[in-house]
Structures are given as structure tokens and as C-alpha cells.
């Protein structure tokens, strides 16, 4: 298990139960939910602070419906075939840690940490029961040390190629799981006039080589308006849809889709090395 490291010096922080302390004395109070604010005040590369209640709370409740529990199965088979004995693992966007409680579940030897920009997410996270070190937080400047993780799970969070490769060991190993181009497309289908596919997921990540690329797809069927809508405002497109269009969503009462991922295993080392 890694510590994190201080935002202000970089040097580890040590947990003090309530709070986390440096040695230069910087000191972290611990929310009431469990995480600790890392976001330095100065990070201005951040426009909005992450996913909004809203998003975190629809996301929550479509999530703990199982609808992509079979995403959460291949995640773990992803583990099993490339990850070391007792790794431990960083949940870089972690969100309410859906993916990484699930897999903590089933590898007991296993440890985790997780870091979201979004306080509404960290402390959905912490509401769940996830007994892990989490933090605020950005995937462009992380709170751990060099080279101090197994496998760093990545899943519809933004790109941090250099932090990624900064923080994970020699061998280490990137999972990242991005949307295919048909996911969800019913969906779309019901509220735009001409729906467009998603764009190709990237196969190939800077300062590292690609182990695999798994493409996974299932159909869905979604009972019920609040699933659809629950499921509709855990995407971006709900945010970006007028209100009339959001209405079209609403009528719906039920819904099959096709749920489509891909998960990329990256290993640590250039593509040439
Ligand atoms: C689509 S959600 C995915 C959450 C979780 N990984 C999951 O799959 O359930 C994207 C997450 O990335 C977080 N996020 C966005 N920008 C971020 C950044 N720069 N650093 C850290 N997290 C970020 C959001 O707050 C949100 O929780
Ligand atoms: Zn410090």
C-alpha cells in the first residue's frame, strides 16, 4: 500500500486517523466521508471540479442495478491474467469507485486508492462502504509517489499519460476503459434526428505498449423511466441536450441498448522498446 504524498512538498503523507500529516508538518484533515482534500487550490487547469451530484448520483443508482456488472466481470478476468500477486492498484477518476470496490471484492490480497476531482463523487464513495484512501484530486497531478503502483485502473476519466507512466512501477500495467462507437446508439436513437456513432477509442497511449485491446458488448434492456434517465444523465449527452430532448427521454419506459466497451491494457515502456 502507497502513501499518498503532500501536494505542498511532495514528501509522504502518514495517516494520523483524522488527518494526514507530512514531515514538514503540512496537515490534510480527513472529510467526514473519508476522503482527503489533495487539490492544490492553484491547479486553474481544472474548469469544473468533476462530475456534479446529479451526474454522481444518476451514475450510483444505474451502476447498482448491475446493468454493467458484466463490464465489472472483465475487469476482474483483465487483473487476473496481467496484474502481479497482491498489487496494489490506483483508481485514477475513481468516481464512487463502483469498478475498484468490485474488484477489491474479489482479490483479497489486493490494495487500492482512488482519486476524483469531484468531492459529490468521493463522498458517494464513501457512503457505498469503500474502506480505501481516497482523495480530491487530479489525474494531472497526483498525490503518490514514483513508481509506487501495480496497475493503475482507469475508466471514462481523462488521459494522464505522463502521471500514469510517472507513478506506475517498471512493468506496471494501465487499464483504461473508454466507450465503443456504438454504445448506447438506442439511446441516441430515441432523442436526436440523426444520431452520430462515438469516435474510435486511441489504441495507443504515449510511453507505453499496448498489451490488448478487448472490445466487450452486450444488449441491454433497461425497465422502468428512472434506470433510462439515470442512465441518460451519467452521460455527457444529457448535459448537452435541450430541454425538449431531454422530454423525449423522459416518455421512454423502456429501452434496449447495446452497451459497448473497450478496455485497452497498456504496459508500462515504449512501444519501440
Ligand atoms: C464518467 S466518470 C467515471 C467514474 C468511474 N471511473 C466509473 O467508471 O464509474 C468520470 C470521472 O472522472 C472525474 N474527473 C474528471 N476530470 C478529472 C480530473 N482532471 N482529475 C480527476 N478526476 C477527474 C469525474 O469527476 C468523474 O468522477
Ligand atoms: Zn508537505
Redesign the pocket.
Known sequence: MADFTCPVCKCPLADEGKLYRCKNNHCFDKSKYGYVNLLRSNSS??KR???DRL??RA?RDF?SKGYYSFLLDELCEVIEKYAPENPFMI??????????QGILGRFPGMTAAG????K??LEFAGKRGVKFPLCV????DMPFGDECADVI??????D?PEEYSRILKPGGILIK?VPLENHLFSLKQAIYESPYPNEKPRESLEGFKTAEFRRIEREIKIDGGEDIMNLFR?TPYYYKTGREDQAKAERLETLVTSAAFGIIIFKKGDENA
Not at 483508481?91 to 475498484?100: I, W
Not at 482519486?115 to 469531484?118: L, P
Not at 485502473?153 to 481523462?158: G, H, K, R, Y
Open positions: 487547469s481544472e471540479h468533476g462530475d451526474m454522481v451514475r451502476l483508481d485514477a477518476g475513481c468516481g464512487e469507485c463502483y469498478y475498484s482519486a476524483d476531482i469531484s459529490s463523487a484530486a487530479s489525474v494531472f485502473l482507469n475508466c471514462f476519466a481523462p494522464s476503459v451519467m
